[in-house]
């Protein structure tokens, strides 16, 4: 059941963002609940620049997950990349989470400028997982410029709407069969995570949803949970849905003195 | 009664000599700063009193030492000319973000629920507010006033008090031996010594407006920090506060400013023409759970990790620090005996 990405193995399919926890006792104890193996870390926005953040950052690789730092709050394909050096410095790894935010407003993702970020880091040698939308042909191209990973929203970042659009995501899941896709943003309850994991997707990423609860703990393994109850099930062939009742023990062999009167 | 020596002038630092030297200890305190001043962090903060709405994030442990604190403060009012604000505290929200404001309802108590036309009887200004929540039992004090009270009555009692005074290591053990017991109130100063203390970059902004009036602190919900701004004297409002992780500072960021001005903008269109007279960048000492401890190595004691509570924690942490001293308490809520 575990899951590869950029050929390294996991076998969790929760990634867990790290920002707005009550206290970084509190993210610490939320990352060991969910038994989660990938923690997303923002660069530019949580943490100052430079080496400034370095006990919080410490505090995270003590949890032992493998550290995927994003480039939350860019707005520019340049910054983007600033960002995303400045990242690989600070943490020793290639990868990142490359947002490029289009808009204040919903957060969305400016595609334009975040394919041509991630041509520019792939070329630079980087690991990308893109923050897209659902939209398949802006999904061929950043497959097209290297990433082998892609991460569309099931809603604006924060807003905890769960999938809006179950239809594109199912279709995005049917287009790119083989591609790792990784619902990221929207997520606001367990049940959520559970409907992308049963559509097939590899795995969620979330922080709000966690964080800001009142038990961030217990919210953590909740997800973990779900997530795992949404992949089994992906896996074990759902039954189809029908109109009509069929009971699942055959009326005809029934002995009349079991029959109800 | 035993002689003691508290090191540094922030507000815990100011608070534990306060009490010792009340309940009779031969207190000296020493600071490398002037008194507190723009060297401490306790210069830059907000000076509200909200155990309640602090409960949206922080552990019931800040409550409890907030309400303890609050009583010291206003006793301290009453006989000085540190300005107790009894007014409590509003909660707002802009219409889009009303999901912030039921989750902070939710998690926080003391509070009522206000329309439109309550709100405004309270606060006039606050027009453009539908709603608002309203905390009636917190309070806000001026910082700067509230450490300055504190360092003035230390004088009045004959606290020998040391400025400028900057302690090396070597200097800060052998100070250890000419006390009985030596309390360090130096915040990040003392991250060399306790090594899981880590710092919490803050940046807030004063501004004076002559348009706006307002009687208590208001609290913006914001999705990553609460914003805030408090009324001060003659027409300035306080408004704060980012929360970075981050060790050091220089200066605050554009982002940060923008986000704190458009904070005020959104609490009041009027703020737009107020002039900005002070912007201000200081680093919160914290522990990994963001919660205050007193850690005790023999006779050498530790008040740190007052994160964004150190008006609301630091009377009632002093107080701990006097029973420890005086009647060798010992309470594992704030006591960590044999770190580590």
Redesign the interface.
Known sequence: MSLTLYGTEFQSRLLLGTAQYPSPKILQESILASACDIITVSVRRESSREKAGQHFWRLLQETQTHILPNTAGCRTAKEAITTAQMARELFSTDWIKLEVIGNDDNLQPNIFALVEAAQELIAQGFKVFPYTTDDIIVGERLLGVGCEVLMPWGSPIGSGRGLQNPFALETMRAYFPDTPLIVDAGIGLPSHAAAAMQLGFDAVLLNTAIAKSGNPVNMSKAFALAIEAGRMSFLSDPIEQRDMAAPSTPVAGTPFWLETP | MPSVHVIGSGVSGLACAYYLQKVGCDVTLSTASSGCDENCCSWWAGGMLAPFCEQE???PLIGTLGKESMAFWRQLASVTKLDYCANGSLVVAPARDQ?LKR?FE??TRNHQRLDHAQLIALEPDLDHFQQGLFYPDEAHIQPRLATKVLWHELGRMNVILNTEHYLDEASLVNARNEYDWQIDCRGLAAQSELDDL??V?GEMLHIYSDEVRLSRPVRLLH??YPLYIVPRPEQQFMVGATM??????RNA?V?SVLELLSAAYVVHPAFAEAEIVEIGVDIRP?F????PKIRRYGNQLYVNGLYRHGYLAAPALARRVSDIITNDYFCTEVVDANYP
């Open positions: 994030s922080a552990e999901a989750s939710r998690l880590r710092g970059k999705p990553r970075i992780e981050a060790n050091t500072s960021t982002r914290a990994n759970d963001n919660l």
